[in-house]
């Protein structure tokens, strides 16, 4: 079946424009994250969904960063006012997400370089 | 512009010799852990997992090891060739309802032909 897809691939933008980052879970998959990946460093936590349960957003890095899941589906990553420092790759993942057994599948990223 | 350098941890191995890939993790209470493979361009992939109840577990030409005392846990890969050349992540679950993955900085593998 479909993995977990992402759009756009790539994304370019000038420094204080906000931009809208979206993610399509394999069907079924009732968890959904979004990690961060700058150049050459691991991945950064940002956010989690889980069912109808509250985000965990412990790990969006300000007020400018936000994200939302529309029918317990697709996700949009959106960040408002983007900065150099955002340029990163963002990654979606989406797992079964029972108790122990959490292997997240992930998408191949949307690049975001701000200028 | 851009950072000079990766400033990943490099290990360079032959083709067929087998590779050990270590990671230390932080939090003692993880009960989850997870390694990953990162081809350029691609988002990770799983490669094996290990629950906090074992202390290894075997996959294809993969075993993971897993060394609570000192919170340490490793990656081997037998026969290594050429298509195993990636960056490896090891990723830990916080104990807890919460599933979000806490990730390494990653090791860079370069297999020689």
């Known amino acids: 079946g479909a993995g977990v897809s992402q759009s756009p691939s790539n994304k370019v933008t000038e420094k204080g424009k906000d931009v809208e980052l979206r993610c399509d879970p394999i069907?079924?998959?009732?968890?959904l994250y979004w990690y961060r990946q700058s150049l050459g460093q691991g991945l950064e936590f940002l956010i989690y969904f889980q069912g109808n349960s509250a985000p965990d957003k412990s790990g969006l890095p300000s007020d400018r960063f936000s994200a939302e899941r529309t029918g317990g589906s697709v996700s949009t990553l959106t960040i408002q006012r983007t900065q150099q420092e955002d340029s990163a790759v963002y990654l979606c993942?989406?797992?079964?997400?029972?108790?122990?057994?959490?292997?997240?599948?992930f998408g191949p990223g949307t690049r975001l370089t701000v200028l | 512009g851009e950072s000079v350098g990766l400033h990943l941890p490099t290990l360079s191995v032959q083709e067929g010799d087998n590779s050990i890939i270590n990671c230390a993790y932080s939090?003692?209470?993880?009960?989850?852990f997870i390694w990953y493979k990162q081809e350029s361009g691609k988002g990770p992939q799983f490669i094996i997992d290990i629950r906090s109840n074992m202390d290894k577990r075997q996959g294809q030409r993969v075993t993971v090891l897993l060394n609570k005392t000192v919170k340490h846990l490793s990656l081997q890969i037998a026969a290594t060739q050429p298509g195993d050349s990636a960056v490896y992540f090891c990723a830990e679950k916080p104990g807890g309802a919460t599933n979000k993955l806490i990730f390494g900085t990653g090791t860079l593998l370069a297999v020689q032909p």
């Open positions: 939090n003692s209470a993880s009960d989850y």
């Open positions: 993942a989406s797992s079964l997400a029972t108790e122990l057994y959490n292997e997240q599948f």
């Open positions: 069907s079924g998959h009732t968890a």
